[in-house]
């Protein structure tokens, strides 16, 4: 899907964000970027943002992650044994 200014307005003075000439020069780029026209969509998703909880990682893998108000499993309650032994591993870094 093609940027638009809300994307823009996000992205401008950002950390790693162009600056400057090299700024008007990258929105010219992203505006030549459309979505095609009659583009079609198998389906539309919308998310409200604010909605959204933080989330935080508890270990070494993408799995172990949790909303901020979420509790770190206890490795002793978990039924499969790998999950386990990485939990465990992982609880070694944060004890």
């Not at 823009?8 to 400057?20: D, H, S, T």
């Not at 943002?49 to 993408?62: C, F, I, K, R, S």
């Not at 799995?63 to 108000?69: A, C, E, K, L």
């Amino acid at each position: 899907m093609a940027p638009d200014e809300t994307t823009f307005e996000y992205v401008r003075g950002r950390r790693y964000a162009p600056q400057g000439a090299a700024w008007d020069a990258a929105v010219a780029g992203w505006r030549r970027l459309p979505t095609d026209p009659g583009a079609t969509y198998d389906r539309s998703i919308t998310i409200d943002g604010d909605a959204l909880e933080p989330m935080v990682t508890y270990g070494t893998n993408p799995g172990m992650g949790m909303p901020i108000s979420g509790r770190v499993p206890d490795p002793a309650a978990l039924g499969d044994a790998s999950q386990r032994a990485a939990l465990e591993k992982a609880s070694c870094t944060w004890t």
